[in-house]
C-alpha cells in the first residue's frame, strides 16, 4: 500500500527546493513577492497543501515572511544570511516520524479516552479549551494548554505506557508547534478541539478519533 504521508512530504521537499533555487539565482530578490499558492500549484502541479507547507517552513527559518492580502516574500537581508537560513530547515523525515507517531498514539487513544474518560477529565479537557480560546495566538500559553488538552486524553486511557510514550516526545512535539502555528492554523485548532471534546462527552470514540485524525493531518500539511 502507498504511503500518502510519505507521498506528501516529499512532495513538499520538492517545493522547497523549487522555491530555494529560484531565490538563490535570484528570480526573487530580497524584499520581492514570490509567487502565490494558486500560482505555485499550478507551475509545480502539486496540492495547494504542499505548497502552503513548504512556505510555512520558509517563513519559519527566516527565508520568507507572508503579509496577508498582499502575499508573501523574501525576507529583505543579504542573500548570505538567507543561504545560512536554508541550512537550518526542519528535516522533514522527523515531521513525517513525528506525525507518524502521534497518529498511532493519539488517534487509538481517542477511541480508549472514550470508553474511560471521567467526569474529572472532561472538566480538565474543558479548562484547557477554555484557556485555549482565551490565549494569545502564537503564545506559550496557547501551546501549553494545547498540549496539557492532549495529554488528557491520554491519560483517559489509564494506561502508564500510553502516557510515558508521549511525555519523551512532548518538547518535540512543542518545538513543531512554535515552529509551524499560524493563524489560520490556530483557528482551526481551536475548532477541531471542540469538536473532539464533544465527541468524548458522547464518548464516541469512532468520532472523537476521526477528529484526531484531520486535526493531526492539517497540523503538518495543511498551515
Not at 548570505?80 to 528535516?91: A, G, M, R, S, T
Amino acid at each position: 500500500m502507498t504511503n500518502l504521508a510519505v507521498e506528501r512530504v516529499n512532495v513538499t521537499e520538492q517545493v522547497i527546493e523549487y522555491l530555494k533555487t529560484n531565490i538563490q539565482r535570484g528570480v526573487w530578490k530580497p524584499g520581492e513577492k514570490i509567487a502565490s499558492e494558486n500560482e505555485l500549484t499550478n507551475i509545480l502541479s502539486v496540492s495547494r497543501a504542499s505548497v502552503r507547507h513548504a512556505i510555512q517552513q520558509l517563513i519559519a527559518v527566516g527565508v520568507l515572511e507572508s503579509y496577508q492580502g498582499k502575499g508573501t516574500f523574501v525576507k529583505s537581508m543579504p542573500i548570505d544570511f538567507i543561504n545560512e537560513n536554508f541550512d537550518h530547515l526542519y528535516v522533514n523525515a522527523e515531521i513525517l516520524q513525528l506525525m507518524e507517531f502521534r497518529q498511532i498514539i493519539e488517534v487509538a487513544s481517542c477511541k480508549l479516552a472514550a470508553e474511560r474518560i471521567t467526569e474529572e477529565g472532561l472538566r480538565n479537557m474543558e479548562f484547557y479549551y477554555s484557556k485555549m480560546k482565551q490565549a494569545p495566538k502564537f503564545s506559550g500559553e496557547f501551546i501549553r494548554n494545547d498540549m496539557e488538552f492532549h495529554m488528557e486524553i491520554l491519560r483517559a486511557t489509564k494506561n502508564n505506557m500510553v502516557i510515558r510514550s508521549m511525555e519523551h516526545v512532548i518538547q518535540e512535539v512543542e518545538k513543531q508547534q512554535e515552529l509551524y502555528n499560524t493563524e489560520a492554523g490556530v483557528k482551526r485548532a481551536i475548532r477541531y478541539h471542540g469538536e473532539i471534546l464533544e465527541a468524548l462527552r458522547r464518548s464516541d470514540g469512532e468520532r472523537a478519533a476521526e477528529v484526531m485524525v484531520a486535526h493531526l493531518s492539517e497540523v503538518y500539511f495543511s498551515k
